[in-house]
């Protein structure tokens, strides 16, 4: 007799940040054999969805073309400055304001519905940022897990005053980067955070939009539960947060929420030695600049920037990522630091950050980033590009491996160099951020997360997961077995 189909089928939006943790654990799952694996998302990452197989094929189901405005390398100029703003309320409202458009996601809707007519699936694995694939899985009562590559508390915490909340009332809110050593103005302006977000939608123009998007709903056959607060976390069967409590404050998480620390693939992914690897084995200690595909740097800052590698010189190199499109902001070649490389592209950045020789992450703090230099053990730089990336930088800081600029907006060759010198030279980062790198490998990643969905495949049941407030305590000091963070010593899940 013929077992009977499990379809599983992924479903994310087609930004690299969400779409990557997604491609590695249908990766894992192929590697494994599991049959009838499926991925939905935008058309032009069709070819990275099947080169993620490795074992049992993964099926591409196409949801059409990108949407411009919900894609952040599309946005013009004026809306980058405006989500990026210093103000993180007004950054908020402009991000808001801008993709919140319910006409922007019913095409997919339809397209994914379609996907669901044909795939079948028996379980669907979803980005948390998809939004309408969660309402979809909702509607038609199809189990779902959901993939958050966000700090635990991001999408537990209620983004308006009064609505449900798995952390208490006066946790910082997510997107404001306040600490939970709050002063009494900051928790003031906490709670206005909640408040003045609120208070956003009753303005004519985003009622407007609430009243399109009951409209559109009801077109759809969206059922009301699926706007009910925290309806996404609390009708998954599963969300598998790529985090770890410790790296958060506390606060009891919920039973379905399993914190499997960020996915990595198995490692080198280069698996010849390369132009990049032997450049970093010839140097004894580098800093890595990686600040994201989204980050616009102007002309003066990315000067500033080469600057800050002029004063390193001597005694560290640099290894800076940076796009085609921003290299043409550039000095001459000629006036270039010797100690500086540039690179449009990398075989890996998991792979640059595993090296025993890179010493320091300088990121934008974004949810990936953080979590992947946390997981080789680097101490980070953080220039906070918008949104959750204040929150990940606070907690950086607050944990002691990492540092965040004193103007995150500007690039002050002074501040970055002090802050850079200090990570490098005080032996108390490098200790803190060994240590957090050991409790994020014992959270299993990859491994455990592919457990834990085929586990929900198979047998239809809810993993229980250790609840919060049970956590241990975050520890004083390092451990004296914290790894080394060199790629040869990288378990590997």
């Known amino acids: 007799m013929e077992p009977e189909r499990r379809p599983i089928l992924f479903v994310s939006l087609p930004e690299s940040g969400l779409l990557n943790p997604m491609l590695v654990l249908a990766g894992e799952l192929s590697r494994r054999e599991v049959p ?79 996907a669901l007519d044909e795939v079948q699936p028996a379980l669907l694995v979803i980005d948390i940022m998809c939004r309408y694939a969660v309402e979809l899985a909702i509607t038609r009562k199809i189990p779902y897990v959901l993939c958050d590559p966000y700090l635990p508390s991001m999408w537990l915490s209620a983004p308006v005053p009064f609505g449900k909340s798995y952390t208490p009332g006066d946790f910082p809110v997510p997107h404001t980067g306040f600490s939970n050593r709050m002063s009494p103005p900051q928790r003031v302006a906490n709670w206005l ?29 969206i059922v009301p539960e699926a706007r009910k607060p925290m309806a996404m976390i609390d009708h998954a069967a599963l969300v598998l947060c790529l985090s770890i409590p410790e790296l958060d404050y506390p606060f009891p998480i919920p ?7 960020p996915l990595i693939p198995p490692l080198p992914e280069s698996a010849q030695p390369n132009e ?27 000067h500033a920037m080469v600057e800050v590698a002029r004063r390193l010189d001597g005694a560290h190199h640099v290894l800076w990522k940076l796009s085609a499109e921003q290299q043409q902001l550039l000095p001459p070649s000629s006036s270039l630091p010797k100690n500086l490389r540039i690179v449009t592209w990398l075989p890996s950045q998991l792979d640059v950050l595993a090296h025993p020789n890179v010493k320091v992450f300088l990121t934008h703090g974004g949810s990936n980033g953080f979590h992947e230099g946390v997981y080789f053990g680097k101490p980070l730089v953080l220039r906070p590009l918008w949104a959750d990336c204040y929150d990940e930088a606070v907690r950086a800081e607050d944990h002691g491996f990492g540092i965040t600029l004193d103007r995150p907006d500007e690039v002050d060759t002074e501040d970055v160099v002090r802050k850079l010198t200090n990570v490098l030279r005080n032996p108390s980062f490098q200790a803190r951020a060994r240590h957090f790198g050991l409790l994020v490998r014992k959270a299993g990643g990859v ?13 239809g049941l809810v993993p229980r997961t250790r609840v919060g407030s049970r956590r241990r305590q975050l520890s004083p000091t390092p ?9 040869s010593s990288t378990p590997v899940s």
């Open 36 to 114: 009838d694996l499926w991925f939905a998302t935008d058309e032009h990452r069709q070819s990275e969805v099947e080169q993620a197989a490795t074992g049992s094929p993964i099926a591409f189901a196409s949801l059409g073309a990108v949407v411009p405005e919900m894609a952040a390398t599309t946005w013009d100029d004026d809306t980058y400055r405006a989500v990026t703003q210093r103000s993180r309320f007004k950054a908020r409202r402009a991000l808001i304001r801008h993709t919140y458009d319910p006409t922007l996601q019913a095409a997919k809707y339809r397209k994914l519905e379609t």
């Open 193 to 221: 955070f909640r408040l003045r977000t609120l208070l956003m939608f009753l303005t004519p123009r985003m009622s407007r939009m609430l009243s399109q998007d009951k409209r559109t709903r009801q077109e759809l056959g």
């Open 255 to 261: 039973g379905n929420v399993a914190t499997v620390g």
């Open 276 to 302: 990049i690897s032997s450049w970093l084995d010839s140097r004894s200690s580098v800093v890595y600049i990686g600040l994201g595909t989204v980050t616009r740097l102007t002309r003066a800052q990315i």
């Open 447 to 459: 491994g455990t997360a592919a457990d834990l969905v085929t586990s929900v495949s198979d047998r």
């Open 479 to 487: 451990t004296s077995d914290t790894p080394t963070g060199s790629a």
